[in-house]
């Protein structure tokens, strides 16, 4: 079974405090890519990482995709409370379907 | 920006009754792919399309499920018998391509319950 485990599950932190969320698995993929999805709505498109190694920013976001391809991370620096979420990792691997993460949910309070 | 949307946003039925959900995938996208996620848990594929065929489909997606481009611009998903167990927010999807590089954008998702 291709897992995606992500951790940690829950996540609580105060405002301009710095956070990393890691995303692992045994299995290998071509691509992994980051949502953040608010209740009740879709999962939204954060970054798509490829290549082993890679490092992508997205203003006070930075994603890296481990050399082997087997696991990721996202490191939010000084957190702000409109950065509360669900962030959900997704794997793709042979085939089309992507393989999801349970989660972390992020609070960040003021 | 170009975004998947999805009709209804709620639908509640009774158990046994057939329901249609439907999506408008972003226009210039060639694959789709609806997933469902029951409340609580993981995002989990259901199906994957092109070229009017099913390209890829998950045990969950059994004979009760079916998928449809009825038309240049819809995309259907299906459920024939409805059971309380497929109460869950279901979520369509496109990408350009079917590379495994390929991003996939989500739908804001139908809410289903069933009674």
């Known amino acids: 079974t291709q897992l995606l485990e992500q951790s940690p599950q829950f996540l609580s932190i105060q405002e301009g405090e710095n956070l990393t969320v890691y995303c692992n698995s045994s299995?290998?993929?071509?691509?992994l890519q980051w949502y953040r999805q608010e209740p009740g709505e879709g999962p939204v498109l954060l970054v798509t990482v490829v290549t082993g190694g890679e490092v992508k920013k997205l203003k006070r976001l930075t994603f890296q995709f481990g050399d082997a391809r087997k696991d990721s991370s996202l490191h939010i620096t000084a957190a702000q409370p409109g950065d509360t979420g669900l962030y959900l990792c997704?794997?793709?691997?042979?085939?089309?379907?992507?393989?999801f993460g349970k989660g972390t949910t992020l609070s960040v309070s003021s | 920006e170009p975004e998947v949307t999805q009709t209804p946003s709620h639908q509640v039925t009774q158990m046994g009754q057939e329901v249609i959900l439907r999506c408008v995938p972003i226009s210039n996208h060639l694959y789709f792919y609806w997933y469902r996620q029951i409340l609580g848990q993981k995002v989990e594929f259901l199906v994957s399309?092109?070229?009017?065929?099913?390209?890829?489909k998950s045990e969950i997606f059994d004979d009760q499920f079916s998928v449809e481009r009825p038309d240049g611009s819809n995309f259907t998903l299906k459920i024939r018998s409805t059971k309380l167990e497929d109460s869950a927010m279901y979520f369509c999807?496109?990408?350009?391509?079917?590379?495994?590089?390929?991003?996939?954008?989500f739908g804001p998702g139908t809410r289903l319950l069933v009674l």
């Open positions: 999807a496109s990408s350009p391509a079917t590379s495994t590089r390929e991003t996939q954008y």
């Open positions: 997704a794997g793709a691997r042979a085939g089309t379907a992507l393989i």
């Open positions: 299995s290998v993929f071509s691509s």
């Open positions: 399309f092109y070229n009017n065929e099913i390209s890829e």
